[in-house]
């Protein structure tokens, strides 16, 4: 009778705790406006399940986008064959058509491709929840689902059409598979695994390191199992076959997932999409070897894939704008994921990691399933982090999406010798105790601002100082300017708005749009983080304007930390003697301000 009140009492606290993390993610999605990133992802994903073409986004893999499209089919939604860029194959204008140009409900549209992301979300929530169980107890699977459900960069980006939360899905479901596979080593865990492995590489590319992490715990597993009568390299090639027939059974469900989103696309724009994306001389081989597979519809599929593997290494390396705690670059920063992950991670979470690895030193592990799990947790995550600091693409925090079950699971598993026992008080398990509190607070004092979210080193009106782009500002907060205009009474204001949504659609009479280059001016002006920091870098590249001469002024409002808001009179701009950094003769713009012939040492450091 007691084990079934127990069975009943973790069910109840189970579902409690996924009910708190969907209403906590539905309602902030309900308050997000578009995202950058989602404006081509939404339309890409009702098109490959609508038309089944291919011809929009190839840079990301099918499956997520599909998801969220799905929902999408059952709507009467004005098609994106009436547009030019359907033709001209130009996803953004594709989705900037599609939500606000054709005669859809952009906030309709949006809502119902989310709610699919966050059923995505809750499955990851699971999968933490079956691992730990499995591997640790019913309290440390508890633990672990509570770590899960009150973790800001899960909850900010658990709702949003991207391919985030969906790769960190795939990582997860991939090792557990690929654990039991080398356990049971039976046929149909091998096709689990590589079904699963496939199902990561559809989900986001950031799976291709994968083949690197697999057979590092092939080397492992065949180091434990050793015996003088089970030699060490017989065991390694034994389970390095089973990779093998993983990475097959794989790259067969790939092809699978891929063939009925390009069913329809025609050879000639499948020729066109190789030609737009792979481009330069040096990258001729590759399109004359990709040309290959557009003829055919079956090789089609595969042609695409590779195509899609090559535009994500390509991006990696070619790096991206970025800013941090004052560094501007064209080329990324080399110690922007370290500082973001210090200043974006809750303080609970960063003891708790700190903590673990600390034990891992001073309680070493005996047990060969222990000394197992923890190649399973550590191997991903010191995988991901290397290529992710060998990389040039600091664009924002949601990248290390990956690890985080890894790390949720590990500080769970180093935590198991305290929470597992009968219950008593001690320092570790009041510690425990006061984190767990303390997470929670912290996370619910920032609803529903999760996107935006830094613990407590970083202020929260000056966020926009420390990073920017999707780990501040990615325009989710447009409708909540929308509200700030309407409470205000503003009967006009400039906007820098850098996301998904528009200005245009949401505040149409009151909204014109402003760019740095135009120089100074008076009245209110709304500029998103993003604009702010990066005209830092673009301005004197392109000798224009950059918002420096803002910073001589406090914001009247920050609209979700994301949005910088300033009303400036005419007396208040002659009285803060704002030069230029380089000779601007005229302006054309109404509303700007000429100021002549006057210089200064514009504020950037190329490093």
Known sequence: MRKKRNSALVYVITVAIFAIFFCLSFFSSKGD?????????????YSYDKYHDFRLNPEHPPLAKAIAGLPLTFMTINGLKSDWSWE????????????????????QITTWARVPMIIL?????????IWAKDWLGVKSALFA???????????GHSHLVTTDIAAALGFVITIYTFDKMLKKQTFWWIVLAGVAFGLAQVLKFSAFLLYGVLPILVFYRAWLDRTPKRRYWSLFWKYFKYFIWVCIVSLVLVWIVYLPFVWN??????????????????????RNFLHHFENNVF????????????????????????????????????WFFPVAYAIKTPLPILIFLLWSIVSLFVYRAKDKEEKWLNWLLLTPLIVYWAFTLKGSLNIGIRHLMPTVPFVILLIASRMKRYIEKPFKWSLPVAAIIVLLFWLIADVLSYYPQYIAYFNNIVPRDKRYEYLTDSSLDWGQDLYRLRDYVEANHIEHIKIDYFGGSSTKYFIPSQASDWISSYGPTTGWLAVSATMFQSSKLYGPLESKWSYEWLEKFEPKAQIGGSILVYNISQEELDAA?????????????????DIRNTKISPILNKN
Not at 265 to 284: C, F, R, S, Y
Not at 577 to 593: C, E, K, L
């Open 88 to 107: 001209n194959i130009s996803q953004w204008r594709a989705g900037s058509y599609l939500l606000y140009e054709a005669g859809n409900d952009p906030v």
């Open 265 to 286: 696309t025609p050879a000639g724009i499948e020729h066109k999409v190789i030609e737009m994306n792979v481009t330069g001389d040096q990258t001729l081989f590759l």
């Open 145 to 155: 689902l509570t770590l899960f459900a009150f973790y800001p960069d899960l909850l």
């Open 577 to 593: 003697n704002i030069q230029s950094a380089y000779p601007i003769t005229r302006f054309d713009i109404p509303g700007s301000v």
């Open 121 to 129: 979300a809750m499955l990851l929530g699971l999968m933490i929840f």
């Open 299 to 334: 090789a089609r599929a595969l042609g695409h894939y590779i195509l899609g593997v090559c535009l994500v290494f390509a991006r990696v390396a070619g790096g991206n704008a970025v800013y941090i705690m004052g560094q501007v670059s064209d080329k990324g920063v080399a």
């Open 33 to 45: 406006s578009t995202t950058f990133d989602e404006v081509a992802h939404i339309p890409a994903g």
